[in-house]
């Protein structure tokens, strides 16, 4: 079986009157690499923190490691790694002497060769202050800072927001790095599809508190469907087929998002409703993630018009 | 190890308000006593004695020749408390790294005790110490016209002491969550009311104990929000 | 966890200390000013039932009774419109005592010479002592006397070291000349005695002198010091029970007004002080001599002045037919109830002279007898007073139980006390509640109000009613403390669809747990 190194159990946290994270149950087994997404103010950065023993819950509780989150011990702290969002980190230190500092929290964890090398991959000076670092440098500081102890769960909150396309694709290979080393395992939220795809193997979707998917990434991939169908006349308005999620109708069209639907299913419901065309619309992840979190009747805001 | 960054890190952050509060007090405080020196009081002829005439009580009290020092002492001793209150729990919440600070693999309570005990230091050395060398320097035979009482020495302590009192409303003041239009202030309204109440005191042991019951208020209150508070 | 545990049992009560008391404050300053403002538009002055200026009785009241040389009593009256007049520009009427006008005209102008008697001596008083040695940010200050010479130059400076309880003297360039204690000038500390519990003290410069000497008063002795001559006489010693205050005539004053000129040749320098068994001691110059006068033991210190001139010693004491130490304590609903009562109705008063030989002893010179008229106190309050009772922080639950546990020490250092001490009792006595039904009324409201607010939001019975408790005893102020402290969220029962607060997992009205989430068929939760 498995190790569970997170865990949350009916985890719910509400800011004043509203909710900002309803009931979450969540298991991360040892190993994998899951990525948290969610549209913004879905409750990421809350679920996040209260893992981590920032905030407090409503109700339920979070484990990491074995420990309750409201009680994490220096030595389970130890073995984690977290990467804040925005990187915010104490503007009036050098990067070697962020290092010095952190370093004395991991005394027999802390690999100094892997963090010189880091800095040194991402060019970036040591005697340089933190407060005249671009965001992207100090997202590789905190990278490096976070990975260089050798955490056995990372956990990193929006690790990659504000970061232009190369250095994000340097971040991610660090991350890479780091998961190639057996037994580790990466938390992180994004709202970069396109990261979550590159690197993870397990997605948990979050929409307005609630989690709505909690699977790997290829259960995803292939559960979440687009089929478009033309018909001759107008379309059926009863559509009493398995799995659908939500349609938009236009005169002779109709796009259908489904969920967990068979092709041959499609197939033969295509059939019955007279379609006289009908195809299954290659999505990126991140075209899968908008449909399957887009609110019901939802309209699009731009209509492009075709002269 | 642990311990020793954290505080390593608290003083690097509070060095600068410490070295002005010491370089300004040396100066504005000397340099109060130096004038006063200079003026000759209390040798100057106060000319409301006059032959026959009944003498207003009020004429008789003197005022011991640090007194300007001591009002020196006093505000540079409140504004250091503000700037090391607001430097320690009100700049975090601000630029955004109490997570990474409370990610620390260390109790959280020792993380509170680094910030408390720098600024315990801070007001010793950088205040206490010069305090130290003006009262050394106005004790020396030919300093002043007459000696300063061995009590200005321990009043100084309770002015030095009262900006701490300072600081822990302003830290408190920073951990609370309420908002700034309701109770947010009230630490620093206490503070206040301690100050009024130590300052009308006669006694020193019942100036300090105002002083030692008030910060054990406050002090109480830092600690369980500190541990309770979210981040 | 511990420590979470133990602070949280010591931090909430502080806090709750420090929200109320910061409450408490904002509270007595909005009276203040909203009350002060509402009098400006709302001001009535309090209605007096007496007789007018003119009666007779009021008339003989209000006047002066002086009596001359040769124990004639006259009584000098002052109109109204003149009474604060300068007493160059005040109108007199003297009559007998049978009512028989002698004499009107400017005061200046007054041909009679009656006895003068002493002041009390408006010294340094202990309380002064204290307030000067408060721990300001300018330091403590002490007394310091200088010794100038008649070149007005300053030599020496004597100052007073209050933990030593003895003077020392400075030389500008020589640093430290002596030391002056209860046994004199010395030139070493370990000689110096010290003077005793410090009382008060009166300065004047004789008339030869450009330096002070003091008349020092402790609790046993009376000492005079002249730190120009370096002389410490002792006037008054080692009496068994304190000294009380000591009134001075002449002595050590030389002044080159008229009418203070005359004084001091008719009039010997006396100072006057009784002590606690009731003797009056006097002592006086010119020549010296020291007596004490025992009184009738009914006689109040206060009522009894004495002085003496060149030829005589005499003694006046003022009575009249109630014991003004039988009134209850003051601030309390009592002592208001006793002055309404005995102001309501007329008292008897006298004054009478006494002369007194070198024995001691009284000889009665004349008696002045009159009644004073009822000066019955509206019922109704100076409106200050009724919006204060209204809206005060305490309710007159907690305010009489504090007065019935602390109400005489309050009262005591609201009149004794120095310093902030004495604004704080001072405070505490000024908004006094009425205890009336609608102080009640209020008091139950914002308990309700509490009650409304929490019921939905309680977590334990126990911490609810502690609460309410609060409330109850410190109305406003403990209300807004508990909104203060109690800012929880409420929401909507999906059960029940009332008001619960989220501090409990279950709802207080009918115990549903917090709804679930509302799940979609469609969701992908696959457990791997």
Redesign the interface.
């Known amino acids: 079986m498995t190790e569970t190194v997170l865990e949350t159990y009916g985890l719910t946290k509400y800011y004043g009157g509203t909710l900002a994270l309803d009931n979450m149950d969540l298991k991360i087994p040892r190993g994998c690499i899951c990525g948290f997404v969610g549209r913004n103010a879905a409750g990421k950065t809350t679920a996040i923190k209260l893992m981590l023993g920032l905030l407090k819950p409503t109700a339920g509780s979070a484990k990491l490691l074995g420990c309750d989150s409201q009680n994490l011990t220096p030595a389970i702290r130890q073995r984690i790694g977290y990467v804040t969002e925005g990187h915010h980190l104490f503007h009036w230190m050098s990067i070697a002497s962020l290092e010095k500092f952190q370093r004395a929290f991991f005394p027999k964890q802390w690999d100094d060769r892997f963090f010189s090398e880091m800095i040194e991959y991402f060019e970036l000076p040591k005697n340089k202050k933190i407060k005249h670092l671009s965001h992207g440098q100090r997202a590789q500081v905190s990278l490096a800072l976070a990975l260089a102890p050798n955490p056995e769960l990372l956990v990193m909150d929006d690790p990659t927001l504000g970061l232009d396309t190369a250095i994000r694709r340097q971040f991610l290979e660090g991350m890479i790095q780091l998961i190639m080393q057996q037994g580790r395992t990466v938390f992180f939220s994004s709202h970069i599809l396109g990261d979550v795809e590159r690197v993870s193997d397990r997605i948990v979707v979050i929409d307005k508190g609630v989690i709505r998917a909690d699977c790997s990434l290829e259960q995803f991939r292939e559960a979440v469907k687009k089929v478009k169908l033309s018909f001759s006349d107008c379309p059926p308005a009863q559509l009493d087929i398995e799995g659908l999620l939500h349609c938009r109708r236009s005169e002779k069209e109709l796009e259908l998002i489904l969920i967990g639907t068979d092709d041959e299913k499609i197939k033969q419901w295509a059939d019955s409703a007279a379609a006289i065309k009908y195809s299954i619309v290659k999505m990126n992840l991140e075209d899968q993630f908008i449909e399957f979190t887009a609110p019901p009747n939802h309209k699009k805001l731009f209509q492009w018009e075709k002269n | 190890?642990?311990f020793?960054?954290l505080l390593?890190?608290e003083l690097?952050?509070c060095l600068p308000w410490l070295l002005i509060a010491a370089i300004a007090f040396l100066v504005l405080g000397g340099l109060a006593l130096r004038l006063m020196i200079q003026s000759g009081a209390?040798?100057?002829?106060?000319?409301h004695?006059?032959?026959?005439?009944?003498?207003n009580?009020y004429l008789?009290?003197?005022?011991?020749l640090?007194?300007?020092t001591?009002?020196w002492?006093?505000?540079i001793s409140i504004v250091l408390g503000l700037a090391l209150g607001i430097r320690q729990f009100f700049i975090p919440h601000f630029?955004?790294?109490?997570?990474?600070t409370?990610?620390?693999?260390?109790?959280k309570?020792t993380i509170l005790c680094a910030k408390l005990f720098v600024a315990a230091i801070a007001f010793i050395i950088s205040l206490g110490t010069v305090w130290l060398l003006i009262y050394w320097y106005a004790s020396l035979?030919e300093i002043l016209?007459?000696l300063p009482?061995?009590?200005?020495f321990i009043?100084?302590w309770?002015?030095i002491a009262m900006g701490f009192t300072v600081y822990l409303g302003t830290a408190l003041a920073g951990l609370s969550k309420?908002r700034w239009y309701?109770?947010k202030v009230?630490?620093l309204?206490?503070v206040l009311?301690i100050i009024?109440?130590?300052?009308?005191?006669?006694k020193?042991s019942t100036?300090f104990a105002v002083m030692i019951i008030g910060s054990l208020?406050?002090l109480?209150?830092i600690?369980?929000?500190f541990?309770?508070r979210?981040? | 966890m511990k420590l979470k545990r133990i602070s949280k049992y010591i931090a909430t009560p502080a806090g709750i200390f420090t929200t109320l008391l910061i409450f408490l404050f904002v509270l007595v300053f909005l009276q203040f000013f909203v009350t002060e403002i509402v009098i400006l538009s709302l001001y009535k002055t309090r209605t007096e039932q007496s007789s007018g200026p003119d009666d007779p009785n009021s008339k003989m009241h209000r006047s002066a009774k002086n009596f001359l040389p040769d124990g004639t009593i006259h009584l000098v009256y002052v109109p109204d419109k003149y009474r604060y007049a300068d007493k160059v520009y005040r109108k007199e009427q003297i009559f007998d005592a049978n009512h028989n006008l002698l004499w009107q005209g400017l005061h200046k102008d007054n041909p009679y010479k009656y006895l003068s008697w002493p002041g009390w001596s408006r010294g340094f008083t202990a309380n002064s002592m204290k307030e000067i040695r408060m721990i300001t940010p300018m330091f403590s200050q002490t007394l310091e006397i200088p010794v100038n010479s008649q070149q007005r130059k300053v030599e020496q400076v004597w100052r007073y070291a209050p933990d030593m309880d003895i003077f020392v003297g400075y030389r500008f360039k020589t640093g430290i000349i002596g030391y002056a204690g209860s046994t004199g000038f010395t030139k070493s500390k370990d000689k110096a005695r010290p003077f005793g519990r410090f009382e008060n003290c009166y300065a004047w410069c004789p008339k030869d002198s450009f330096s002070p000497t003091l008349l020092w008063q402790t609790n046993r002795c009376i000492y005079q010091i002249n730190f120009e001559k370096q002389r410490v006489d002792l006037l008054s010693q080692d009496h068994k029970d304190p000294i009380g205050r000591i009134r001075t005539h002449m002595w050590g004053h030389f002044s080159l007004d008229p009418e203070q000129f005359h004084i001091s040749k008719k009039y010997r320098p006396i100072i006057h002080y009784s002590t606690k068994d009731g003797k009056h001691h006097l002592i006086m110059r010119e020549p010296q001599q020291k007596l004490t006068i025992t009184v009738p033991e009914d006689w109040k210190a206060d009522s009894v002045k004495l002085t003496a001139t060149q030829k005589n010693i005499f003694l006046k004491h003022q009575g009249g037919d109630t014991k003004l130490s039988a009134a209850p304590p003051g601030f309390s609903k009592q002592w208001n109830e006793w002055w309404r009562d005995y102001r309501s109705k007329p008292h008897k008063r006298w004054v009478e002279l006494y002369k007194v030989d070198n024995q001691g002893n009284l000889e009665l010179l004349n008696r002045f007898d009159w009644i004073s008229p009822a000066q019955p106190v509206s019922n109704t309050l100076d409106p200050r007073l009724q919006i204060k009772g209204y809206v005060t922080g305490a309710s007159p639950l907690a305010y009489d139980l504090a007065w019935s546990l602390f109400g005489d020490k309050l009262y005591r250092l609201a009149h004794q006390g120095h310093g902030i001490s004495r604004e704080y009792a001072g405070i505490t006595g000024r908004y006094r509640p009425g205890n009336s039904i609608f102080n009640w009324i209020l008091t139950v409201g914002m308990m309700g109000v509490a009650f409304w607010h929490g019921f939905s939001r309680r977590t334990c019975w126990g911490k609810f009613i502690l609460w309410l408790v609060l409330v109850g005893l410190f109305n406003l102020a403990g209300l807004l403390t508990y909104l203060a402290l109690n800012h929880t969220t409420v929401i909507k029962c999906s059960a029940c669809g009332r008001r619960r607060g989220l501090e409990k997992l279950d709802c207080v009205r009918c115990g549903a747990e917090l709804p679930l989430p509302q799940r979609r068929e469609l969701d992908l939760l696959f457990k791997t």
């Not at chain 2, 209390?42 to 000319?47: D, K, L, S």
């Not at chain 2, 008789?60 to 011991?64: D, F, G, K, N, T």
């Not at chain 2, 409370?102 to 109790?107: C, D, P, Q, T």
């Not at chain 2, 009024?196 to 006669?202: E, G, K, P, R, Y």
């Open positions: 190890m642990r020793l960054a390593k890190k690097r952050e209390p040798f100057r002829y106060p000319y004695f006059s032959p026959g005439s009944t003498v009580r008789l009290r003197a005022s011991p640090l007194s300007t001591g009002v002492l006093f505000f630029s955004r790294t109490w997570g990474f409370i990610h620390r693999s260390i109790n309570l035979p016209p007459f009482e061995p009590r200005l009043e100084g309770i002015l309420a309701t109770t009230f630490p309204a206490f009311v009024a109440t130590t300052v009308s005191q006669w020193l100036a208020i406050l109480s209150q600690i369980h929000t541990l309770n979210e981040f």
